[in-house]
């Protein structure tokens, strides 16, 4: 189920100070390798500053992946692998590995590497712990309403040539929902409707169609949650 467990948190602060000490109880309960999808945008901006900050914890098995990415060179301001680095890496952490979406080439070719790259992982499910957030249309991801990238279930990553002034490459269902656990991020009243609309499984927004196969959790503010 899309509804998933509900945490809400008093403001912005307490919303990323719970979201940090749940992905660090994650990351110390876990004995292997602890494959991690990171979300773009500003909300999670945050949480990965806190997060960076946790040295002590075992990063040496923690692999970093990205959800989606604009079409910039990595050094660009609009680049989320760039406020990955500003953010979650500025503290010194040295995570077994980071796997930043290709940017060189083509939005196809880059699409095509990073699908290789997780075709290249022998689990039963891609990743332990997905974080998304919430677009104010329903977005996750790339995933971006009235898109044929909607209805793509062979592809684990692909392009994103339209629907933002930027072209885009994106994780796919088939690889969003091959997750231990889903992880929403949901700040501020704009998002309200749409959380609401996500949680229900609304198949005409992006987010409700996403069928996760492991479990959801939603780390809301009182604004997005509508308490």
Same mark, same amino acid.
């Not at 992905?23 to 773009?40: D, K, N, P, Q, W």
């Not at 999670?44 to 604009?70: H, K, Q």
């Not at 790339?142 to 339209?162: G, N």
């Given at each position: 189920?899309? *509804?998933?467990?509900?945490?809400?948190?008093?403001?912005?602060?307490?919303?990323?100070?719970? =979201?940090?000490?749940?992905? *660090? +109880?994650?990351?110390?309960?876990?004995?292997?390798?602890?494959?991690? @999808?990171?979300?773009? +945008?500003?909300?999670?901006?945050?949480?990965?500053?806190?997060? /960076? =900050?946790?040295? &002590?914890?075992?990063?040496?098995? @923690?692999?970093?992946?990205? +959800?989606? &990415?604009?079409? %910039?060179?990595?050094?660009?301001?609009?680049?989320?692998?760039?406020? %990955?680095?500003?953010?979650?890496?500025?503290?010194?952490?040295? $995570?077994?590995?980071?796997? $930043?979406?290709?940017?060189? #080439?083509?939005?196809?070719? +880059? =699409?095509?590497?990073?699908?290789?790259?997780?075709?290249?992982?022998? &689990? $039963?499910?891609?990743?332990?712990?997905?974080?998304?957030?919430?677009?104010?249309? /329903?977005?996750? !991801?790339?995933?971006? $309403?009235?898109?044929?990238?909607?209805?793509?279930?062979?592809?684990?990553? *692909?392009? @994103?040539?339209?629907g933002r002034s930027e072209?885009?490459?994106?994780?796919t269902y088939p690889a969003? &929902?091959?997750?231990?656990?889903?992880?929403?991020? @949901?700040?501020? *009243?704009?998002?309200? =409707?749409?959380?609401?609309?996500?949680?229900? /499984?609304?198949?005409?927004?992006?987010a409700g169609r996403l069928?996760?196969?492991?479990?959801?959790?939603?780390?809301?503010?009182?604004?997005? !949650? #509508? %308490?």
């Amino acid at each position: 189920m899309i *509804a998933g467990e509900l945490i809400v948190a008093d403001d912005a602060k307490d919303l990323a100070t719970r =979201a940090a000490e749940f992905i *660090a +109880g994650e990351i110390l309960a876990s004995t292997t390798a602890f494959r991690f @999808v990171l979300s773009g +945008g500003s909300t999670p901006r945050p949480l990965y500053t806190l997060l /960076g =900050a946790r040295r &002590e914890l075992p990063w040496d098995r @923690v692999e970093l992946f990205l +959800g989606d &990415e604009r079409f %910039v060179p990595q050094d660009h301001p609009d680049s989320n692998f760039r406020m %990955v680095h500003e953010t979650l890496l500025a503290h010194g952490i040295r $995570p077994k590995a980071v796997h $930043p979406i290709p940017t060189d #080439g083509t939005p196809q070719s +880059g =699409a095509a590497m990073y699908d290789a790259l997780l075709r290249s992982i022998k &689990e $039963p499910r891609l990743f332990d712990l997905d974080l998304l957030g919430l677009g104010e249309d /329903g977005h996750i !991801a790339s995933l971006l $309403p009235d898109q044929p990238v909607l209805m793509e279930r062979d592809k684990l990553v *692909a392009a @994103v040539p339209e629907g933002r002034s930027e072209e885009r490459i994106t994780l796919t269902y088939p690889a969003l &929902e091959s997750c231990r656990i889903t992880m929403f991020l @949901v700040s501020g *009243a704009a998002k309200a =409707a749409m959380m609401k609309r996500a949680r229900a /499984g609304d198949t005409s927004i992006p987010a409700g169609r996403l069928r996760p196969q492991g479990s959801v959790v939603w780390f809301a503010d009182r604004a997005a !949650a #509508g %308490v």
